[in-house]
C-alpha cells in the first residue's frame, strides 16, 4: 500500500492538510465540525506478535495523562468504539486504529481516519477543555 498517496488524496478530498514524514509515515490535519481540526498520523509497521505482518495504525493525541483522569472510564468506552482505542504513549492519551493492510480496504482506511480525529477530538476537549491537537 502506497500510504502517503493514500494520505494525500484523502486530505484533498475531505479538505484537510497533508505532510508526508518519511516513505511509511504521514500525517493528516482532519477538519471537524464547529470549526475545529483533529491531527491524525498514519504509520505502516510490521506487527511484533503476528509474525511482521504489515499493518496501518493510525493515531491522534489527546492530551498529558494525570492521576486525576478516570482510566476507567476510558476503557469502558474502549467497548463502544468500533475501530478505535484509547491507549497511553510516552504519558500521553492517544486514540489508536490499526488493521492489516492485507485486509483493509480504502473505506474502511477512511471510517477508521474519522472515528480516530472525532474520538480524540472529543475526549481532548472533555478532559482538557482545549482544542490543542
Known amino acids: 500500500m502506497d500510504l502517503n498517496s493514500f494520505m494525500r ?4 478530498e475531505i479538505g484537510g492538510t497533508y505532510s508526508e ?5 504521514s500525517i493528516i490535519i482532519v477538519p471537524l465540525t464547529d470549526e475545529r481540526f483533529q491531527t ?4 505502516l509497521k510490521n506487527s511484533k506478535r503476528y509474525n511482521g505482518r504489515l499493518g496501518i495504525e493510525f493515531t491522534s493525541k489527546v492530551g498529558e495523562f494525570s492521576p486525576e483522569i ?7 468506552e ?4 468500533n475501530h478505535a482505542k484509547f491507549v497511553i504513549i510516552d504519558n500521553f492519551i492517544h486514540v489508536e486504529a ?4 492485507e485486509t483493509v480496504t480504502e473505506e474502511i482506511i477512511k471510517e ?3 472515528e480516530v ?17
Open 9 to 12: 488524496s484523502y486530505a484533498e
Open 21 to 25: 514524514y518519511d516513505s511509511s509515515t
Open 40 to 43: 491524525v498520523l498514519g504509520k
Open 70 to 76: 478516570d482510566t476507567k472510564m476510558l476503557l469502558e
Open 98 to 101: 490499526s488493521s492489516f493492510v
Open 78 to 81: 474502549n467497548a463502544n468504539l
Open 117 to 133: 480525529a472525532n474520538l480524540a477530538d472529543e475526549y481532548e476537549l472533555k478532559l482538557t477543555g482545549v482544542d490543542v491537537h
Open 112 to 114: 477508521i481516519i474519522q
